[in-house]
């Protein structure tokens, strides 16, 4: 099946892992894909098997804490790709210390790429997607982001809960901008137009 055929999408952290097999399903479906990363060889790697196998992609170094490494990353996808439809915010990172071991340097940084790296993707993408047409956005979580779970990670838990509360607000704002006429109606009374 080719369902992405004439869509572009970007993926961040997508040089192994969650984000490499989301990077190739896409090509598979038909999508030119951005492969970005802060692991520079793992991610050209996989975009160049990705275009070893006839599908259409590009690498990109992409620090997702970094608001200009997001602008060029979304510039270089509307550039190569003539727009983008599709973006998986998928760059993450983990930690294992109990709350009392955690450093506010180690909070700050699970924080920065779990949680500030979706916003940042998110915004620097929103003018693309809208013009797309169709625009998708897939924020990657986790069961975490709900449970709370196991009494490490404070940070991971904390931003994973974050980014689903995010991903209800944008969309709830995207519906109510990119949707004719539709208006929202939150908590009993705030309207959304």
């Known amino acids: 099946m080719a369902r992405l055929t004439g869509r572009a999408a970007l993926v961040s952290g997508s040089g192994s892992g969650i984000g490499a097999a989301t990077a190739r399903r896409l090509a598979s479906e038909g999508a030119a894909v951005l492969v970005t990363d802060i692991q520079d060889q793992a991610g050209a790697q996989v975009a160049a098997e990705i275009k070893d196998t006839g599908g259409r992609a590009a690498f990109a170094h992409l620090d997702v804490t970094s608001e200009n490494d997001w602008e060029a990353a979304v510039a270089l996808a509307v550039r190569d790709f003539g727009g983008l439809d599709i973006l ?99 908590d009993g009374g705030y309207t959304a137009r």
């Open 88 to 186: 998986v915010n998928n760059a993450g990172i983990g930690d294992m210390a109990v709350i009392e071991d955690t450093s506010l340097a180690d909070w700050t940084r699970t924080i920065g790429v779990n949680q500030t790296g979706v916003f940042l993707g998110m915004k620097a993408a929103a003018a693309a997607l809208a013009a797309s047409g169709h625009g998708s956005v897939i924020n990657i979580s986790s069961i975490f982001g709900t449970s709370g779970g196991f009494g490490t990670s404070p940070a991971y838990h904390a931003a994973k809960g974050a980014v689903r509360t995010l991903t209800k607000n944008i969309a709830l704002h995207c519906a109510a901008s990119f949707v004719t006429g539709l208006e929202l109606y939150i």
